[in-house]
């Protein structure tokens, strides 16, 4: 049986307050609904309540389980049928009726209240549509006290489900993406790594096992050395990303002459760019004098990337590059270096995500072109922490690739600078010979290393191998430096430093070791070393280090 709306006892109840009042008798009632005709003024009122209230409700009534519902719910089905109202579930919502009167059954009986999370594919202009609700399922009592109907509370959440369904979806294929980005890393990682690892062993068993002619062999050697700086770049590259990430990358400004620098890069490019028969240029007409305060070592970096990249990205015209400074406010100055190639280019697209860590144009494992993917994403970052960026301003396939690399740094007057560089060459003259130094490394490599690199400056090195080796040595002969590997079986570089203060040592010890991020050398210099060098030892870093505490 239909009902008009007027017939609709909660709706009645809705626009009439008077009906708050009365008690409410309907025709229909007596029949179909059984005890209405008794409700009590209290629930009149709740089902007032009911029907003002912006939230979708519905209730089934009686044994036929007939169907009202608030004007709130109409929206929430998507689809508005008035003459539904009092039918039988069943007519109304024929295709889940199954569904609710499951619900309506375990309310009745269990006379409890019962949440649940319902999902309808209802069709929305003509299109099957998945809708999420949650509802709260409560019995409903005629006048008698028993269950005669359950009152249902209907949350839309639709568009909160289907948000947190994308978010899952864009998290999952974000970590699927990473994983595969994370794979191609490790697999070119290893391959980086063990290209050059491979000519070092391989060239370094050639000498050891053939006779060879002199030239020959300084050739090999100037191969094993190649390839051991470019082994010392990766790691220093990732140490690098992994100090930024951490945001703790420590910069170390001193005043730096722009034209020599980048005169200084451009000479380690030379002979390569020679033999590829590609033209080096380095426009530096507008900063000749230009000295600022800045992180040398950085700037170098960032400069040999995107040199180095543009020479190797290059197979014939030329690589140009250009160096500009804008003031800002005062001394303030922006440099700007531009590189500007003739080589393979790249489109848009490959442009937009290659300052992506370990992300290259070409990822395919037929690329033509090494290299770890972790230069720009570096230079990017180490450009921002000195003010400034790296950016692709022009990109085009086969017609090159134009990089900007910009920095924020103050301008020195020439005063200053004359004095730093006098105050330098002062110390450059300074004698070495007649210092005696004691090295302390586990490693025999290591400290052969280290008494040949000391040697040529004149140094008198006497090598021990442990902790405890130290403390006899220091206690039977004076030395003017101790340089300390930090990691070693026994005493470890910390404890032989304590004991040798302990038993008097007053001179400086320097810490030289492979643990070489920030924190390692703030807590070495806050145990009370005297410097902290890093390995693989760089010879010139040590022989400048142990000068400047030979004073
Ligand atoms: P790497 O060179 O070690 O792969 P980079 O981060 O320096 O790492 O460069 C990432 C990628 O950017 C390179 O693999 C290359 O595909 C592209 N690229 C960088 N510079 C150039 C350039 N000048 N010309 C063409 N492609 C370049």
């Not at 609709?8 to 005709?37: C, H, K």
């Not at 199954?98 to 649940?116: R, T």
């Not at 004098?289 to 995107?306: P, S």
């Amino acid at each position: 049986m239909a009902l008009e709306k007027q017939e609709n006892p909660f709706a009645e109840l809705a626009m009439s307050s008077q009906m708050a009042r009365a008690t409410v008798n309907f025709d229909w009632a007596a029949t179909e609904l059984g005890p209405i005709a008794g409700w009590d003024l209290g629930l009149i009122n709740s089902l007032r309540i009911v029907f003002s209230c912006p939230v979708g409700m519905y209730c089934t009534w009686g044994p036929q389980r007939r169907v009202f519902y608030n004007d709130a719910y109409i929206p929430i089905l998507k689809h508005r049928h008035p003459r539904a109202l009092g039918s039988p579930l069943h007519e109304v919502w024929p295709e889940v009726w199954a569904q609710v009167y499951a619900i309506v059954q375990k309310v009745e009986s269990g006379g409890f209240v019962l949440e649940s999370d319902v999902q309808f594919d209802i069709e929305v202009e003509g299109k099957p549509q998945n809708n999420y609700y949650t509802y709260g399922n409560s019995p409903l009592f005629n006048v008698e006290g028993k269950i005669s109907g359950m009152l249902c509370t209907i949350l839309d959440t639709t568009t909160s489900v289907l948000r947190t369904l994308d978010a899952l979806r864009a998290a999952k294929d974000a970590a699927e993406k990473a994983n595969v980005a994370k794979s191609a890393f490790l697999a070119n990682m290893s391959h980086e790594i063990r290209t050059p690892l491979g000519a070092i062993l391989g060239f370094a068993e050639i000498i050891g096992t053939q006779d060879l002619e002199a030239p020959e062999r300084e050739q090999y050697f100037e191969i094993i050395r190649r390839n051991g700086a470019s082994l010392t770049r990766i790691i220093d590259d990732i140490l690098d990303l992994s100090k930024i990430e951490a945001g703790k990358l420590a910069t170390e400004m001193a005043p730096v002459s722009i034209q020599t620098l980048l005169q200084e890069v451009l000479a380690m490019f030379f002979d390569n760019a020679s033999e590829k028969k590609i033209q080096l240029n380095g426009i530096l007409t507008e900063i000749a004098d230009l000295v600022v305060i800045t992180d040398a070592v950085r700037i170098r970096q960032v400069l040999i990337n995107l040199i180095g990249n543009a020479i190797k990205f290059t197979s014939q015209g030329s690589v140009k590059v250009f160096c500009r400074a804008e003031p800002l406010n005062g001394i303030r100055k922006k440099v700007i270096f531009t590189i500007e190639d003739t080589g393979i280019g790249m489109t848009q697209e490959q442009a937009d995500r290659l300052f992506q860590p370990f992300t290259q144009a070409d990822a395919t494992s037929t690329r033509k072109f090494g290299g770890t993917g972790l230069g720009l994403a570096l230079s990017r970052n180490l450009a921002r922490a000195l003010g400034g960026d790296v950016n692709i301003i022009h990109c085009e396939p086969d017609h090159g690739c134009t990089f900007e690399f910009s920095f924020q740094a103050d301008e020195v007057t020439n005063a200053t600078a004359a004095q730093t560089s006098e105050s330098a060459s002062t110390e450059s003259k300074k004698p070495f010979s007649g210092f005696k130094v004691l090295a302390v490394d586990d490693s025999p490599d290591n400290r052969e290393l280290i008494k040949s690199l000391l040697h040529t400056s004149g140094i008198d090195v006497t090598e021990v191998d442990s902790g405890e080796a130290a403390l006899n040595q220091a206690s039977m002969q004076k030395y003017d430096l101790v340089l300390m590997d930090i990691q070693m079986p026994g005493l470890d570089g910390y404890s032989t430093l304590s004991e040798l203060r302990h038993r008097g040592f007053q001179g400086p010890v320097v810490a030289l070791t492979a643990h070489a991020m920030k924190e390692d050398k703030e807590r070495a210099l806050a145990a009370g070393f005297a410097d902290h060098l890093t390995k693989p030892i760089n010879s010139h870093q040590l022989i400048q280090t142990i000068k400047s505490h030979l004073k």
